[in-house]
C-alpha cells in the first residue's frame, strides 16, 4: 500500500520498504494537497488490486442490505442477529447500498430502482413518525414503533440522506419525487422546541428528549438538512448554536465529539464532501484526519495494556463488545476502552487516513481465519484480551463501512450528495 | 418312576431350538425396547431443550437490553438509572451456558444410557435363556420319553419341574403310557393261555417288545 499527501501531484509509493509486511501490488495513492486550498485532497491512483480487495468488502459489506432488509417494507434490520428491529438509519444506508450496488454491477438497476421505490413509498405512506421525523427503531414488517424508541432527530436525518442521495444518483423522477417529499415534510424547526438547538428527540409519553445537539458530533448531516429545508427550516443562528470544543491528544488539535467515537468524526462525511468547506477556520475534514490520527496514538499509548490496540489494530469507536453496546471512544472526549476494536472505525477512515486506514484494514482481512471476516463482511468488532469476536453485524455500521469505501474509491457519495439543492442552501445559510 | 424333585443341571438342553428362540424372543425384546427409548429420550428431551430455551423470547429480551445500551451510548453524559431490562443482557450468555449445561446433561445422559443398553441386552439374553428354557426343557424332555416309548419301554414316565411349560401335556402323556403299560402287561399274563400255538407265539414276540414293570 502506497500513501502520500504530498504538495505536488506526483506518483508515490512510500511503502516500498515495507513490502515485507504488505501484499505485493500496494495501494498506490495520490493526496494532493493544493497550495491554494490547504484542505482540498484530491484521490488518485489506488493500485488494481488495492482497488480489487476494496471493492471485494464493500460488495460483501452492501449484502446485508439486501439480505437483511424486509421484502415488503425494505425496512432493514439494525443488527444480523435474529429478532432485531429495523433502524431507520440502517434503512436510509441501504438505499444508498441499493445505488451503489446497481452503479457498479453488483445487482439490475431495475431490481435496485425498484428497491429504493418500495423502501421510500412505505416510508412515506406506511411507516410511523413524527412530523416528518421516525422512530430510531421500527418494526421491519409493518413500520411500526419498536420498543418505545423515541422518534429520532440524527436518525431521521440519516434515512433522508440516504433517500435523497440514492435517488440523486438514479436520477429517477419517481424515487426523487418520494424522497422530496418525505424531506418536504420534515418539520425541522419544531425539533428545536422553541430552543437555539436541535432536539436528540421526541417521546409520544414524556414529549421532547432533555437532550440536545449542544456540541460537534454526528449531527452536522442533522443541521445541513435542516437548514437545507424549503419547507421548514430553523434560524440560521442554529448553526452558530452548538460548541466547537477543541482539544490536543499528542500533537493532534481536535473539535472533538464527547465520547471522542471515531463514527462522530464519520458519519455527516459519509455524504458530505467537507474538504473545500470551512466553518470559522475549521475544515472538518482536516479535523477527522487529525481526530483519527489521535485515536490511533491513543490506542498505541494503550497498547502496553490491550492485546487488541497495535499500530494495525485500533480506532475506538461505538460498537459491540464483550459486555454489550458501547460508546468506545479515544482522546480528546471521555476515552471509554476495554479493549474492543470495531474494524469499521479504521476503516472508516479510509478518505482521511488512507494509508493508516488500509493497513489496519489489511491486518484485519488477515484475521478472517479467526472469524472476524463473514458473509456481510467484517463482524462489528473484536477484543483479543477477551478473547471474544462479535457473532453479528450492525446495519449503520455497515452502511458507514461501505460508503466510506466508496468516497475513497470513486468519491461518489460525495460527488452526487453535494450536488443537492439543500446542500446548497445549507452551505449558504451557514456561511461556509 | 417314583417322583422326585427333578433338577435340571443343564441349561441348553436343545442348543439348537433354543437358541433359535431366544434370538427371537431377543430380537423382538431388543426392537420393542430400543424403539421406546429412542422415542422417548428424544421426545423427553426434545421438549425439555424446547422449554429452556424459547429463541423468540430470548431474542426480546436481548433486544430490549440492547435498546438501553443504545440509548446510553448515544448519551453517556446522561445519568444511567437502573434498569431491569439491561439484566438480560446476561441472557445471551445464560444462553451459552444453557447449551453447554444441555451438551454436559446429554453427554452424561448418553453414558448412563450406554451402560443401561448393556445391562439390558445381558437382561434380556439371561431372561429368555430362562424363558426358553422352561418351553425347551419339557419339549426336551416329552421328545425323549416318545422316543422311549418308541423303542418299546412302556416304563418310561416324564417329570417336569414346578412352574415348566407343558406340565400337563407331560401328564397327560405319563396317563397315556401307564394305560399303554397296563394295557400290554395285561396281554402279557393273558398270552400264554392262547391255545394257538403259532398264533400264540407271535401274540407273545410282539407283546415281549414292549418293556413293563
Known amino acids: 500500500m502506497t500513501v502520500a499527501r504530498l504538495k505536488a501531484p506526483r506518483r508515490i509509493n512510500i511503502f516500498r520498504s515495507r513490502l515485507k509486511v504488505l501484499p505485493a501490488g500496494g495501494l498506490i495513492l495520490l493526496v494532493i494537497l493544493s497550495p491554494l486550498c490547504p484542505s482540498q485532497h484530491v484521490f488518485a491512483a489506488i493500485a488494481p488490486k488495492d482497488r480489487e480487495t476494496l471493492l471485494r468488502i464493500e460488495k460483501d459489506t452492501a449484502r446485508y442490505f439486501f439480505e437483511l432488509s424486509h421484502a415488503t ?35 439490475s438497476r431495475s431490481q435496485a430502482y425498484n428497491r429504493v421505490k418500495k423502501t421510500l413509498k412505505f416510508a412515506l405512506t406506511q411507516t410511523e413518525h413524527k412530523k416528518g ?28 440522506a440516504g433517500a435523497l442521495l440514492a435517488a440523486e444518483i438514479f436520477s429517477g423522477e419517481e424515487v426523487k419525487r418520494i424522497a422530496g417529499q418525505l424531506y418536504d415534510r420534515i418539520d425541522w424547526n419544531w425539533m428545536r422546541n422553541g430552543t437555539d438547538q436541535l432536539s436528540h428527540g421526541w417521546k409520544p409519553e414524556s414529549g421532547f428528549l432533555p437532550y440536545y445537539w449542544d456540541s460537534y458530533n454526528e449531527h452536522l448531516i442533522l443541521q445541513a438538512l435542516a437548514l437545507g429545508s424549503k419547507t421548514h427550516p430553523p434560524p440560521a443562528k442554529i448553526w452558530n448554536a452548538w460548541h466547537r470544543l477543541e482539544d490536543e491528544y499528542e500533537g493532534h488539535k481536535v473539535v472533538y465529539a ?66 454489550g453496546y458501547r460508546a468506545y471512544g479515544a482522546r480528546p472526549g471521555l476515552a471509554l476502552h476495554d479493549g474492543t476494536i470495531a474494524p469499521y472505525g479504521a476503516i472508516s477512515s479510509l478518505p482521511f487516513t488512507p494509508q493508516e486506514s488500509y493497513e489496519a484494514l489489511l491486518s484485519y482481512y488477515k484475521e ?39 468516497n475513497f474509491l470513486d468519491q461518489t457519495c460525495w460527488k452526487y450528495f453535494m450536488k443537492l439543492d439543500c446542500i446548497k442552501r445549507w452551505i449558504q445559510r451557514s456561511g461556509l | 418312576m417314583a417322583n422326585r424333585p427333578y433338577k435340571r443341571r443343564q441349561y441348553l438342553v436343545n442348543k439348537k431350538m433354543q437358541v433359535r428362540y431366544m434370538a427371537m ?57 437502573f434498569s431491569t431490562l439491561a439484566l438480560f443482557k446476561e441472557t445471551d450468555l445464560l444462553s451459552m451456558r444453557q447449551r453447554e449445561i444441555f451438551k454436559d446433561i446429554m453427554a452424561r445422559t448418553n453414558r448412563r444410557l450406554f ?24 419339549l426336551y424332555r416329552i421328545d425323549q420319553c416318545m422316543k422311549k416309548i418308541a423303542s418299546g419301554d412302556l416304563t418310561v414316565r416324564g417329570h417336569l419341574r414346578k412352574g415348566d411349560q407343558a406340565v400337563e401335556i407331560m401328564e397327560t402323556f405319563n396317563g397315556m403310557a401307564e394305560s399303554l403299560e397296563s394295557s400290554v402287561k395285561r396281554l402279557k399274563q393273558l398270552g400264554p393261555q392262547v391255545n394257538l400255538p403259532p398264533v400264540k407265539d407271535q401274540i407273545l414276540n410282539e407283546l415281549n417288545r414292549f418293556h413293563t414293570s
Request: proline share 2%; glycine share 8%; net charge neutral.
Open chain 1, 258 to 323: 464527547h465520547t471522542g467515537s471515531l463514527f462522530t468524526y464519520q458519519f455527516p462525511h459519509a455524504f458530505i464532501d467537507f474538504r473545500t468547506l470551512s466553518d470559522q477556520g475549521i475544515n472538518y475534514f482536516d479535523n477527522s484526519v487529525q481526530a483519527t490520527l489521535a485515536n490511533k496514538a491513543f490506542c498505541l499509548q494503550q497498547s502496553g495494556k490491550y492485546k487488541t490496540y497495535s499500530a494495525v489494530s485500533w480506532g475506538l469507536t461505538a460498537s459491540l463488545g464483550p459486555n
Open chain 1, 73 to 107: 417494507t425494505g425496512l432493514v434490520k439494525d443488527s444480523s442477529r435474529q429478532g432485531s428491529p429495523a433502524s431507520i438509519a440502517a434503512t436510509g444506508f441501504g438505499l444508498v447500498a441499493y445505488a451503489i450496488a446497481s452503479e457498479r454491477g453488483w445487482t
Open chain 2, 115 to 138: 451402560w443401561q443398553l448393556g445391562l439390558l441386552a445381558i437382561f434380556v439374553t439371561a431372561w429368555t435363556m430362562f424363558i426358553t428354557h422352561r418351553i425347551a426343557g419339557p
Open chain 2, 25 to 81: 424372543i431377543c430380537v423382538a425384546l431388543l426392537f420393542v425396547s430400543g424403539f421406546s427409548i429412542f422415542a422417548m429420550y428424544f421426545g423427553i428431551w426434545g421438549s425439555v431443550i424446547d422449554e429452556f430455551s424459547d429463541e423468540s423470547v430470548r431474542y426480546q429480551l436481548l433486544t430490549a437490553a440492547r435498546q438501553t445500551d443504545y440509548e446510553y451510548a448515544r448519551r453517556p453524559f446522561s445519568e444511567r438509572r
Open chain 1, 133 to 160: 421525523f421516525f422512530y430510531h427503531f421500527v418494526s421491519p414488517h409493518n413500520g411500526k414503533r419498536a420498543w418505545g424508541s423515541e422518534v429520532s432527530s440524527i436518525d431521521t436525518a440519516l434515512f433522508i
Open chain 1, 368 to 406: 478472517s481465519e479467526k472469524r472476524l471476516y463473514g458473509k456481510y463482511g467484517f463482524r462489528d468488532a473484536f477484543n483479543v484480551d477477551e478473547n471474544w469476536v462479535a457473532d453479528e453485524w450492525l446495519g449503520v455500521d455497515q452502511g458507514i463501512t461501505m460508503l466510506m469505501i466508496e
